[in-house]
């Protein structure tokens, strides 16, 4: 999504004062904690990939669906949702660009979301929404492959800019909007770069350190975490961040405070320490935006961890839960299960071992996304999965 600095302030403090109105009811009940089951199953036998968009396309209060997916024509899909959990595919209009990074937010101020597809392939599309579920459309070729997007206002001009990671050559890429859909290319992180390939995974924005400017958090392959801090004007400095983490092999990130102290935390999933090693998410809390400790207890119960990441309240407690993607088997092989670690509320974690969630049966997660498609005020979990038996799915508490 994107967002104004002005937007992501308010957001933060209403999460923090949401957050404490619901400390203090957190764990006080030993009712039984609520189950999940498979809702709806969306275009099975596609290779799913990226994580999809949640927003309402057409203006009618439902939320709709947009994702990608490889080796189809047209990569890009979507559907309209009916506000009940149903989805009903929309005819493309749109160039076919192969499957892509998504990011969405008000690009032109006429408060409609609009949509930018960065493409596997190099091609950065961005639609811009007429409000009934129309677009307008314009292309950009970039100069590498692209894992990951995001739509903020860096620069504090008013308008949202483009972040992208790219798939091997780029690194981060730092684009000025101007607010007609046309981008410029103002930087790219990291400078000089550590390798000849910097191999792009995942990207989240936040401000880390509470000076009012949004900064940037990249995982890429063999490389690790990247850290940036934004001046406000556009300008980042940084690197690689000091989590002390014993891999570099991230494949995906979620900010949120996990420990109620008003600050982002770092939440991890991807790592892999070895076959018989533990595996799961890892999570970071950040104590002043620069310093970040490790807080994983109780995450590490799986053999392998894959792509698959959300961060949100799925029991309504106040404190905020990880759903995890990855394997309880130790063969390996290319069958995934999504996993609910349940939050204290102070950067603790308890896997709920009867969540009603599939263990095993699903074809490689790539990403998790949290969202309240059928309004009843409790969010679905939407899994994307690849390899040969992917699908889209989603997951309703009972």
Known sequence: MGLSRREFLRISAGAATGAALGCARAFRTTAPLPRYEKAATLEPGMEWRFRPLVVDLNGDGHLDLVATARLVKPGLHMWRGDGKGGFTPIPPSWTDIGYAALATGDINGDGFPDIVAASHLGIIQTLLSDGRGGFTEQRLRGEDGYVAAALADVNGDGYLDLILVGYEKVGIEVYFGDGTGTWR?????????????????????????????????????????????????????????????????????????????????????????????????????????????????????????????????????????????????????????????????????????ESGLPRSGLSVVHSITLADVDQDGVPEIIALSGGTHGSITIWKRR
């Open 185 to 353: 290319l103002h930087t790219r992180l990291p400078v000089p770069r550590p390798g000849v390939t910097m191999p792009g995974r995942a990207l989240v924005v936040g401000d880390l350190n509470e000076d009012g400017h949004l900064d940037l958090i990249a995982a890429f392959q063999r490389w690790g975490i990247y850290v940036y801090y934004g001046d406000g004007q556009g300008n980042f400095s940084g690197g690689p961040g000091a989590l002390g983490a014993p891999s570099t092999e991230f494949h995906s990130l979620a900010l949120g405070d996990v420990n109620k102290d008003g600050r982002p935390d770092l939440v991890i999933n991807g790592t892999f320490l070895g076959q018989r090693q533990s595996n799961g998410p890892d999570v970071y809390l950040g104590a002043d935006g620069q310093q970040w400790h490790a807080s994983s207890d109780g995450l590490k119960v799986l053999r392998f961890a894959s792509a698959g990441l959300a961060l949100g309240d799925l029991d309504g407690d106040g404190n905020l839960d990880i759903v995890a993607a990855g394997r309880v088997n130790g063969e390996g092989g290319n069958e995934d299960g999504l996993f609910w670690f349940r939050g204290d509320g102070k950067g603790g974690w308890r896997l709920v071992p």
